[in-house]
């Protein structure tokens, strides 16, 4: 008896693979579950990705003493014409010694205060306790940013939160030893003082970050910019500049702007005079309202222009920006969302199938917007035929239709 050659062996077995995976899969088809998927009313944006060029009025503060200068403002303060700018000092340690007298005189008064306060301190220890959850999580969230100055501000008035609720239940809090301490350590610092001033003859906000670019866009001429303008200028943004020994700078107008290219066909709906929203990428995702001035209405031919938006909402943030990678929210949609896969035709209706109970139902419904992953559909509270709120969509199936029954 001839023994089978291995390979009339390989042979075989792989035409018994292939039955099996055959019988699989029709098992698979004609048995397939049903997915569904709850009927929710959603909002999604339309929106435009673009590079952005931010245009300030803003004038850099030149540092010209030789010693060393600490400014007398946050980012983000207001400074009148006149007014001191920063402090001089003879050296680094003289300038940290003074900063740290400065924190420690905020706690004498601090503590000072707390231990004048009686048990009256707050009426509702409900409404302290919350104020104590909501500055834990503003502590959480400062640690997570790694922001120092975050830190210690958020840390502290954790600290005073929860002192004063020690002090409404009726404990005996004694800052005796922290006030003498205190009071000893700022005594020790008493003599450190600046040695001169550097003032501003410009009213303003003020920012101690400069990159160098502050006068690289003339703010007189935003309007005025081309494409290859813009371009030009997000290209030479791109590279480092060589920051100057700058104090600091002032933006000395309210008004802001944003000069981006874009498509013309993508802001065919829009009109120079329009209010839209934009998203930051490097602002936690804030979304900031800005008025068109320029661009929304090109000429004849152009592919793309130059949009120029303005804002007077200035905050510490947008102090330091000056290239960006925005997002234009051109439209603002709202229906049920559900995957491509899901619209069907029904007749000459589309919509979607519904299960209910163990019954299909069609339910019809315009698409109101479509990506390539999913489609927004109409939504009418008053349509009987139309999707109703927490209908289970079918969002895959096979051989769907309307009144059919799945067990």
Not at 126 to 150: A, P, W
Not at 178 to 198: E, F, M
Not at 212 to 224: C, H, P, S, T
Request: hydrophobic content about 35%; charged content about 25%.
């Amino acid at each position: 008896m001839k023994k089978p050659r291995n390979d009339n062996i390989a042979i075989i077995i792989a035409i018994v693979l292939i039955f099996v995976y055959v019988i699989a899969e029709s098992y698979t088809v004609n048995n397939s579950k049903l997915l569904t998927q709850t009927a929710v009313v959603s909002t999604v944006n339309k929106t435009i990705s673009t590079k952005a060029l931010i245009v300030r009025d803003e004038h850099a503060i030149a540092n010209t003493s030789s010693g060393v200068v600490v400014p007398c403002y946050n980012d983000g303060d207001k400074i009148r014409t006149g007014s001191n700018v920063a402090m001089v000092f003879n050296s680094s340690e003289d300038a940290t010694n003074y900063s740290k007298k400065q924190e420690l005189d905020k706690a004498l008064a601090k503590y000072t205060e707390l231990q004048s306060q009686s048990t009256g301190i707050a009426s509702n220890i409900n409404s302290l306790n919350k104020e104590i959850g909501n500055d834990v999580n503003e502590y959480i969230r400062s640690l997570d940013k790694k922001d120092s100055q975050d830190i210690r501000e958020s840390s502290g008035l954790l600290n005073d939160a929860l002192i004063r609720r020690q002090l409404l239940i009726g404990e005996t809090v004694d800052f005796t030893p922290i006030i003498n301490d205190i009071t000893a350590k700022s005594q020790a610092l008493s003599s450190i003082a600046p040695i001169d001033y550097v003032k501003t003859d410009l009213s303003g906000v003020f920012t101690s970050y400069t990159d160098g670019y502050e006068g690289l866009v003339d703010y007189k001429n935003v309007k005025n910019l081309t494409v290859d303008d813009v371009n030009s200028y997000i290209s030479t943004v791109s590279e480092k500049a060589q920051v100057p020994n700058n104090i600091g700078k002032l933006v000395t107008s309210y008004n802001w702007y944003i000069a981006c290219v874009v498509n013309t066909d993508d802001i065919k709906n829009m009109q120079n005079g329009d209010t839209i929203k934009i998203a930051l990428s490097n602002s936690e995702n804030s979304v900031i309202k800005m008025q068109i001035v320029t661009g929304a209405e090109p000429k004849i031919g152009e592919q793309q222009t130059v949009l120029v938006l303005k804002s007077n909402d200035l905050d510490s943030k947008i102090l330091n920006q000056r290239c960006e990678d925005i997002q234009i929210i051109c439209d603002e949609y709202t229906g049920i969302k559900v995957p491509v896969d899901a619209v069907h035709i029904n007749g000459d209706e589309k919509g979607v199938y519904a299960l209910v109970s163990t019954q299909v139902q069609f339910r019809k419904a315009e698409v109101i917007y479509t990506t390539d992953e999913y489609v927004l559909l109409s939504y009418d509270v008053e349509d009987k035929d139309g999707i109703r709120l927490y209908d289970q969509i079918i969002i895959q199936g096979k051989e769907l239709s309307d009144g059919k029954v799945y067990t």
